[in-house]
């Protein structure tokens, strides 16, 4: 079986959806998977045997220049950079990118450009996939480039889906609605003609059943590392700190703010010194600053090889959050982060606040692996209890490590799936 995975982000250790490729595909050989991606970044694992790349930037110069095309990429495992260059980065941080507009303007010009060029095709012709795995995103062009390809190749999709956008709400503003409307119609053609559809959660593939009638399963992500036993915390139970490790999107700053200043108040009346370091690589300065002011609260950039295993390893508690006002609320409704699987299987308790209707908050609370606290009442007593109760500290990782071992088959499972598809498909 040889999959060709389709996908903005490449498999990397350092970027969420890369690192949730790396899970995903964990027990595959490299010689089954090859990897075509937009990103400009490079993959520092060897998962796939082989990447191609083609780029935003390529995409429109394409359009006038036929020899701007992407190219074979080899994974260079001291790379640990998000993007290629600082001009790259600049452009792809810029909040003017992630505008409506700018998003309906860069799918015009992947309808106009040729990266359905020789070279691709040359690559595709000795790779030769025998399924397609798509990981589409909120961008039109990679639904476009999917059923491309699968309908030249005459290769069955498998959607994966750990993202909804098919069910948000929306915003009112008229270029989010017509984006919205346009990205439904993509979706919905490309599960007309997906021969299964994977979801990160339960829930979501309740709904994408109910809603498309095709066939549907969930896959949890698997951990990346051997399950870890639980020790005691080298610091003493007065001087512990809570460790985030991610991105302040989707509204996740007020929460993550919100814990600082408990922490805050619990050294105030307790006489601890209690902190919340949060590694990230977000480059909004007015949120960053707000996080700095709160005493509790420690910032650190991103980290990536052995400054983040010793960031990791030296957290008493993980921390997820996620956002309580509505918007942010029904844009993760039925995500569930990497990071969870990664703290459930860390040997650390992990504390979760959020509100109680999302996936990822339902996840833990169903197999009662995290401190959960699902309103600010309930937090500054959820927060001591992870931080200095031993016995429940012990119990918390005892139940996430039941739960990572469980999660731990997941990439087998997937590959039985995709093998069944695959011979289904050159029948």
Not at 27 to 53: I, K
Not at 230 to 237: H, K, N, V
Request: glycine share 6%; hydrophobic share 40%; charged share 25%.
């Amino acid at each position: 079986m040889k999959v060709l995975l389709l996908s903005h982000n490449p498999v990397t250790t350092y970027n969420n959806m890369g690192k949730t490729f790396l899970s995903l595909f964990s027990a595959f050989r490299p010689e089954e998977l090859c990897q075509l991606y937009l990103y400009p970044a490079v993959p520092d694992t060897a998962c796939c045997g082989s990447y191609y790349r083609f780029t935003d930037r390529e995409a429109l110069h394409s359009i006038w220049d036929r020899h701007a095309v992407g190219g074979e990429i080899s994974p260079d495992s001291a790379c640990h950079d998000k993007f290629t260059s600082e001009k790259e980065e600049r452009t792809y941080r810029s909040p003017r990118s992630r505008s409506e507009p700018m998003r309906l303007a860069r799918d015009l010009i992947w309808r106009l450009s040729r990266w359905d060029h020789p070279g691709l095709k040359a690559w595709l012709d000795r790779e030769r996939p025998d399924v397609l795995f798509v990981a589409p995103g909120k961008q039109e062009l990679l639904y476009d480039i999917a059923l491309t390809l699968a309908r030249e190749r005459h290769i069955p999709i498998v959607s994966y889906i750990c993202d909804d956008f098919y069910f948000l709400q929306g915003q009112n503003a008229f270029w989010a609605k017509l984006r919205l409307k346009r990205l439904r119609r993509k979706i919905a053609a490309l599960l007309q003609e997906t021969a299964l559809t994977v979801t990160i959660c339960p829930e979501l593939a309740a709904r994408y059943h109910e809603s498309f009638g095709a066939e549907v399963t969930d896959v949890m992500t698997c951990p990346p590392f051997a399950v870890h036993p639980y020790t005691e915390p080298g610091r003493d139970a007065l001087h512990r700190c809570l460790t985030y490790m991610g991105n302040l999107g989707c509204g996740r700053g007020q929460p993550l703010l919100e814990l600082g200043q408990t922490l805050d108040a619990l050294n105030r009346q307790e006489g601890t010194d209690f902190t919340l370091e949060i590694y990230t690589d977000h480059k909004y300065p007015e949120l960053l600053e707000r996080l700095a002011a709160c005493p509790a609260i420690r910032m650190h950039g991103f980290v990536t090889g052995k400054a983040y295993q010793a960031a990791f390893d030296g957290a008493d508690a993980f921390v997820h959050v996620e956002a309580f006002d509505k918007e942010n609320r029904d844009r993760v409704r039925y995500s569930v982060s990497t990071k969870i699987i990664e703290s459930l299987a860390s040997g650390t308790p992990l504390l979760a606040y959020g509100p109680e209707d999302v996936a990822s908050m339902a996840y833990l609370r169903r197999n009662g692996c995290a401190a959960l606290a699902s309103s600010m009442q309930e937090l500054p007593a959820v927060t001591k209890a992870v931080l200095t109760q031993e016995p429940y500290r012990w119990q918390l990782v005892e139940r996430a490590a039941a739960v990572a071992r469980r999660e731990a088959d997941n990439s087998a499972r997937l590959h039985a799936l995709l093998e069944r598809v695959a011979a289904e498909g050159a029948k």
